[in-house]
């Protein structure tokens, strides 16, 4: 038997999961969907019709936090010329 899928999504942790890539973003963007929650008159905190950029942007954060590839990651690969600035080390 399959299991439903919840049609209403899950509260994310307030703390970053295991496995989040970004715990700094994850927290900051948890805090910024806390403060823009929806009320029952469809309506923001901020008093913007729910959802507002703040609100949309706080669910893109949270999703880029869990996702985001390490900096490591990103770095070219070694002894390749290239110029990786004064702190890449």
Not at 1 to 21: F, K, N, Q, T, Y
Not at 37 to 47: I, M, Q, V
Not at 66 to 71: F, T, V
Request: glycine share 4%; charged share 30%; aromatic share 6%.
């Amino acid at each position: 038997m399959i299991d439903e899928v919840p049609r209403e999504p899950v509260e994310p942790p307030v703390d970053p999961p295991l496995g989040c890539a970004d715990p700094m973003l994850w927290r900051v963007a948890r805090a910024l969907r806390d403060a823009h929650r929806p009320r029952t008159d469809n309506f923001c905190e901020c008093k913007a019709f729910w959802p507002c950029p703040d609100a949309q942007l706080s669910e893109e954060a949270l999703q880029l936090a869990y996702d985001r590839p390490s900096p490591r990651s990103l770095r070219p690969a070694t002894g390749r010329n290239s110029n990786l600035g004064r702190w890449s080390a």
